[in-house]
């Protein structure tokens, strides 16, 4: 079983190696086994669709592939800059995820 990634559904994040290196996206997907997740507007490849009923004209089709994690560093909505994050006890027993630059928590956007 994959362990809890640093990033989540939603979040805000910069990428940090690669061909799309300081490019901004939100994470639209994530696959915690594979630790890997989609970032919007990041890592497109090209597909070749064959022509048929649902695409009739086929043709190439341009689609965001996963990035792995550690590639990526969230940014943080409150200093609105890349941060590492620390995962500590808020209010009660709830855990969040703190940023190290300004120390102020960062709530979970999809939490279920």
Same mark, same amino acid.
């Given at each position: 079983?994959?362990? /809890?990634?640093?990033?989540?559904k939603n979040d805000k994040v910069i990428v940090l190696s690669g061909d799309?290196?300081?490019?901004e996206g939100r994470i639209l997907k994530s696959y915690p086994r594979e630790r890997r997740v989609i970032v919007e507007g990041v890592n497109y490849i090209q597909?070749? @669709?064959?022509?048929?009923?649902?695409?009739?004209?086929?043709? @190439?089709?341009?689609?965001?592939a996963p990035i792995d994690v550690s590639k990526l560093m969230l940014v943080c909505p409150h200093c609105n800059k890349p941060a590492?994050? /620390?995962?500590?006890?808020? /209010?009660?027993?709830?855990?969040g995820r703190v940023c190290k630059r300004c120390k102020q928590a960062i709530g979970s956007p999809d939490k279920k």
């Open positions: 079983m994959g362990s /809890a990634l640093h990033v989540r799309d290196k300081d490019k597909r070749h @669709i064959r022509r048929s009923q649902q695409h009739p004209k086929g043709g @190439i089709v341009e689609k965001e590492r994050t /620390a995962t500590t006890r808020l /209010a009660g027993k709830d855990r």
